[in-house]
Nanobody, 124 residues
Framework: QVQLVESGGGLVQAGGSLRLSCAASGRTLSSDGMGWFRQAPGKEREFVAAIAWSDGSFVIGSSVKGRFTISRDNAKNMVFLQMNSLKPEDTAVYHC?????????????????WGQGTQVTVSS
C-alpha cells in the first residue's frame, strides 16, 4: 500500500505563494497518476491538479488554472503543487492521492490512496 505525506501548508496573505509537497512511499510501477485535491469546511472535495509519473502529462483544475502548477520528481517519489496568487477562497486542506492510471477527468473516485492532508489558510 502506498503511503502519502503532504507538507508545505501554512498561513499566507492573499497574493502570496506556497509550495506543497507530497512524498510517496511504497509506490509501485502500476500507479501512474498522482493528484491534488482540496476540501474546505462544509464543501465537497475539489480536484486541483493531476500528473503522470511516466511522461509528466498534467492537468490543472479550472478554479486554479493560471495560478497553480504541478510537477514531480520521479527519483524522489515526490509531487509538488506550486500555488501562486493565492486567494482566500483557496483556503482548504490539500490532499494528494494516487490513481492507477493518469487521468484528466478530475473524478476523485478514480483515486485509491490518500494522504492526511496539509492545511492552507489564505488571509485577506
Amino acid at each position: 500500500q502506498v503511503q502519502l505525506v503532504e507538507s508545505g501548508g501554512g498561513l499566507v496573505q492573499a497574493g502570496g505563494s506556497l509550495r506543497l509537497s507530497c512524498a510517496a512511499s511504497g509506490r509501485t510501477l502500476s500507479s501512474d497518476g498522482m493528484g491534488w485535491f482540496r476540501q474546505a469546511p462544509g464543501k465537497e472535495r475539489e480536484f486541483v491538479a493531476a500528473i503522470a509519473w511516466s511522461d509528466g502529462s498534467f492537468v490543472i483544475g479550472s478554479s486554479v488554472k493560471g495560478r497553480f502548477t504541478i510537477s514531480r520528481d520521479n527519483a524522489k517519489n515526490m509531487v509538488f503543487l506550486q500555488m501562486n496568487s493565492l486567494k482566500p477562497e483557496d483556503t482548504a486542506v490539500y490532499h494528494c492521492a494516487t490513481n492507477p492510471r493518469y487521468s484528466d477527468s478530475g473524478h476523485r473516485y478514480e483515486y485509491d490512496d490518500w494522504g492526511q492532508g496539509t492545511q492552507v489558510t489564505v488571509s485577506s
